[in-house]
C-alpha cells in the first residue's frame, strides 16, 4: 500500500496570515489615493490572491483600475509581503501538535497553495515548519493552478506519495474544488478565509480545530474514499 500522504492549503488552513496580507494590501491601496480596509472588510477580499484582493478594494470603494495601475499595485502589494515576511503570521492553534502525529505515523505531508511557491517557502522556513513538508507547491509551480486538480495530484506527485492514498485539507470552495475534481477526500476547517461557511461546498468533512485532525481520522477517510 502506498505511504500516506496529507496536503494542506497554506493561507487560512496553516497559517493565519490574514494581518500581513491586510498590511499589505493597505500600502498598495495607499498609493491609489483609497482608504484602508478594516479588519471585518478584508475577509471579503482574502483568499484569491493579491491581485484579486486589490481589484475587489477598488470595486467597494467604486474607483476604476487600470490594467497597467492594477500591475504596479500588485507589485507594491507583493513587494511589501515579501520584504515582511513572516511578520505577524502564526500557525494556527493545534498545527504544530498535528504535523508532529502525521510525521510520527510515517504521512508524508505537503503543501498546496495558490500563493507563490517562493514566499510559501520563505514563511513556512521563517516559522520553522519547513521540516514537515516533502513538497511545498505555490501557484507558480506548475503551469497550472488550484482549482485545476493537477495542482493537487502533481504535489502529491512531487511529495513522493500516491493520489489514491491522500487527503486535502484546506478553508475554501477552491481547495474543496480541487479535491473533488481530483477525487481525493477534503476536510475544511471552519476558521479561513472565505465569506461563506465551507460546510456550503460540501467538502467531506468539517473541523473547527487541527485537535480533531489525527492519523485515525485521516485513514478512515482515505479508506472510505477508496
Excluded at 508524508?108 to 514563511?123: F, G, P
Aim: a negative charge.
Amino acid at each position: 500500500m502506498p505511504r500516506p500522504i496529507i496536503v494542506f492549503d497554506l493561507d487560512g488552513t496553516l497559517v493565519d496570515t490574514a494581518p500581513d496580507l491586510l498590511d499589505s494590501l493597505n500600502h498598495s491601496l495607499a498609493a491609489s489615493d483609497l482608504a484602508a480596509v478594516d479588519e471585518a472588510g478584508f475577509r471579503r477580499f482574502v483568499g484569491h490572491g493579491g491581485r484579486v484582493m486589490i481589484e475587489r478594494a477598488h470595486a467597494a470603494q467604486n474607483k476604476a483600475l487600470a490594467a497597467e495601475e492594477h500591475d504596479r499595485l500588485l507589485k507594491l502589494f507583493l513587494d511589501h509581503y515579501t520584504l515582511n515576511i513572516p511578520g505577524k503570521s502564526r500557525p494556527y492553534p493545534g498545527v504544530i501538535a498535528a504535523l508532529d502525529r502525521f510525521q510520527a505515523a510515517g504521512y508524508l505531508m505537503a503543501v498546496c497553495t495558490n500563493k507563490y511557491e517562493a514566499n510559501s517557502a520563505t514563511l513556512i522556513g521563517a516559522l520553522g515548519m519547513s521540516n514537515y513538508f516533502a513538497a511545498i507547491c505555490g501557484q507558480d509551480t506548475f503551469a497550472f493552478r488550484k482549482p485545476d486538480p493537477r495542482h493537487l495530484t502533481e504535489t502529491i506527485r512531487l511529495a513522493g506519495g500516491d493520489p489514491t492514498s491522500a487527503l486535502m485539507i484546506g478553508d475554501s470552495q477552491t481547495d474543496i474544488d480541487t479535491a473533488k475534481a481530483a477525487g481525493i477526500p477534503v476536510v475544511a476547517v471552519d476558521f479561513g478565509y472565505t465569506d461563506r461557511h465551507v460546510r456550503e461546498f460540501e467538502p467531506t468533512l468539517v473541523i473547527s480545530h487541527f485537535d480533531t485532525l489525527t492519523p485515525d481520522l485521516a485513514e478512515r477517510l482515505i479508506a472510505a474514499a477508496r
